[in-house]
């Protein structure tokens, strides 16, 4: 039987790198809270990312729920519907209520214009996505929350290490949040952070993850536990040296399949947008008419070859949530979520294994 290939690989650290780790948290018996590695992690991703401050968490979706509480919202938040369900689902767990407006057909981010015709005096923030680690038109967002006296909190969950016109789109608005789940191009196996801009709002964050507590006699808020253990920390030390190395490799593999499949009609690849860094995070293809054959059937004869890809992200949060909205609000993200085909990307990802799925698509088309 062939070996499957999934959507994404997780990239390990070297071994030989993080056994050293494992030997010091073995001496000094040191597991959690906020113990050594953890703190020299934040450092270290502080300087690599070039934001000012930041928390690391135990997941992404800890540190999108403490993002929301630290900026005690209350209302309506606009959103995107063309996301993970954490972006969403951390609303509703913060008793928020998410305002679901479409999307730019380019980039498949949050369309500002839509954002404008959307707020009521019920909205309190914007939660955009930088989808696939495209960054979203920070800009246009800044001038519309500045405008009516929004919070803004990116999810930013596939944006690691993403530069645009010279600068971290981490550094947006009042948070980012970040994701470092094993299928993200930095990982900790499970883990997250919170961006933030001030000393006062990263203690306040630190302390929300740790079960709001200040001393041992006082509790500032009800926190949660969204503390990353001292294995996380050290996993994710022991592969930053190794980063470099695999966005370059990433970025052979971008290139391989854009050369491939521009040359098959009626596919188009979405286009990297981050005029910096880009990050690779994932390849996603959108299956357009002319290709004679649905997203879907694609999907089911590449997983009849072993070929995982994923249909991120269909179907749309909403309709994954039953909620009850009309697909007209976002007619973009409709159309994008029957469109869309993320195909396999790491970077460990061989050409051998890349030349699998391009002849599989193309054999696909060929039986229409
Ligand atoms: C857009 C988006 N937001 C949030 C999350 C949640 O992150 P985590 O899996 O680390 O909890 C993900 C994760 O996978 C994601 O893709």
Not at 199 to 225: C, H, P, S, T, Y
Not at 253 to 266: E, K, M, S, T, W
Request: proline share 5%.
């Amino acid at each position: 039987m062939t070996k499957p290939l999934y959507v994404t690989r997780p990239d390990l650290p070297e071994l030989e790198t993080f056994l050293p780790y494992l030997q010091q948290i073995w001496q000094s018996g040191v597991l959690t809270n906020n113990g050594p590695f953890h703190q020299q992690l934040e450092q270290a991703l502080q300087d690599y990312l070039g934001v000012d401050y930041i928390s690391v968490f135990n997941n992404g979706t800890n540190a999108l729920l403490v993002a929301l509480q630290a900026l005690e919202l209350k209302g309506e938040v606009i959103t995107t519907p063309f996301t993970f369900l954490a972006t969403t689902s951390s609303l509703i767990w913060q008793g928020l209520t998410p305002v679901f407006v479409d999307i730019d057909p380019v980039s498949l981010n949050l369309d500002p214009n839509a954002i404008a015709a959307a707020i009521t005096d019920k909205t309190c923030a914007i939660m955009p996505v930088h989808c696939y680690g495209n960054p979203c038109d920070t800009s246009a967002i800044r001038a519309v929350a500045q405008q009516h006296g929004l919070k803004v909190i990116y999810d930013a969950a596939h944006a690691f290490g993403v530069k645009h016109q010279g600068q971290s789109v981490l550094q947006e608005g009042d948070l980012a949040v970040l994701s470092f789940h094993a299928t993200k191009v930095f990982n900790t196996i499970e883990g997250g952070a919170v961006i933030c801009h001030s000393a006062q709002m990263k203690q306040k964050i630190d302390r929300l993850k740790n079960f709001g507590i200040v001393n041992e006699f006082k509790a500032e808020a009800a926190g949660i536990n969204g503390k990353m253990n001292e294995l996380q920390a050290a996993f994710g030390l022991a592969q930053l040296p190794g980063l470099a190395g695999a966005l370059r490799r990433r970025a052979k593999v971008h290139q391989y399949y854009c050369d491939a499949l521009a040359r098959i009609p009626g596919l188009q690849c979405v286009p990297l947008l981050a005029d910096g860094a880009p990050n690779y995070a994932y390849f996603p293809i959108l299956v357009t008419d002319e290709f004679g054959m649905s997203c879907k059937a694609l999907y089911e004869a590449l997983k009849a070859k072993s070929i995982f890809a994923r249909r991120y992200f269909y179907p749309l949060t909403p309709v994954l949530l039953d909620m009850d909205i009309d697909e007209s609000c976002y007619p973009v993200a409709a159309d994008a979520a029957e469109r869309v085909l993320c195909l396999p990307m790491s970077g460990s990802l061989t050409q051998a294994e890349q030349d699998l799925v391009i002849n599989a698509v193309i054999e696909a088309r060929g039986q229409v």
